[in-house]
């Protein structure tokens, strides 16, 4: 695995989409707490779920998002922006957050010179696969990947552990199997699962990292492969 360079000690401010999700907001915290961190802006509809000094909340639906496009300074963009088929209610919806929204925010990167985009999206990303959230997810890999911003960074996390604001059945009954002994017949467990903490930690400190270049980051290097 390539190394990349050392991290920078400028502060940086940084923008966060998906501040209210499972990992945008563990995300947050992360970024509250490093000192490297001077400003966290938040983009989104509903008020962030914590409060700090470094905090300020641009209240946006991204439907709409040029008109706040003016108000983005950032050195970073983390994207943890996502839903389910299920929440979403139809195909259309689940692709208008998952992709629509998504490439709109790898545009306004562009347009307002950020150099460094963060993407969360899933170990199973594949254009040929037949689930659509899959599938959607490869796409806006793609879409992303080909965006002119130097440094952009892909992360495929397979099952998340966490504490979600909503319960979801299908997820809980795979974590048991994992944590059982019958996950072992399938693997190193860290493969199969890991905390959105270290998830949102690996973000932070691979963003922080000058290397300025286009990688996809499996859930090996998610659960402390060789960075």
């Not at 190394?3 to 563990?26: F, P, R, W």
């Not at 209240?59 to 008109?67: G, R, Y």
Request: proline letters at 5%; hydrophobic letters at 40%; a positive charge.
């Amino acid at each position: 695995m390539r190394k990349t360079s050392g991290h920078s000690n400028q502060e940086k401010s940084v923008l966060l989409a998906g501040a209210t999700g499972l990992v945008g907001s563990e995300l947050l915290l992360q970024l509250f707490a490093d000192s490297e961190i001077s400003k966290v802006l938040v983009l989104g509809r509903r008020e962030p779920p914590h409060r700090h000094p470094k905090l300020e909340w641009i209240k946006t639906d991204f439907e709409d998002l040029w008109s706040v496009a003016s108000e983005v300074r950032a050195e970073i963009l983390f994207c943890c922006l996502g839903t389910t088929r299920k929440k979403a209610k139809s195909p259309h919806e689940f692709r208008r957050v998952d992709f629509e929204f998504v490439r709109k925010l790898g545009r306004l990167c562009v347009y307002r010179g950020i150099p460094k985009f963060s993407l969360v999206s899933a170990r199973s990303a594949n254009l040929r696969s037949p689930w659509l959230y899959f599938r959607t997810k490869a796409e806006i890999e793609r879409e992303i990947l080909a965006l002119p911003i130097p440094q952009i960074q892909i992360f495929r996390p397979s099952l998340l552990e966490g504490q979600r604001p909503e319960s979801r059945l299908g997820e809980g009954i795979l974590l048991s199997l994992v944590r059982s002994p019958v996950g072992r017949l399938f693997g190193k467990r860290h493969l199969l699962s890991c905390s959105t903490s270290s998830l949102a930690g690996v973000m932070l400190k691979e963003a922080k990292r000058d290397s300025f270049e286009k990688r996809v980051y499996e859930m090996e290097d998610i659960s402390g492969g060789d960075l």
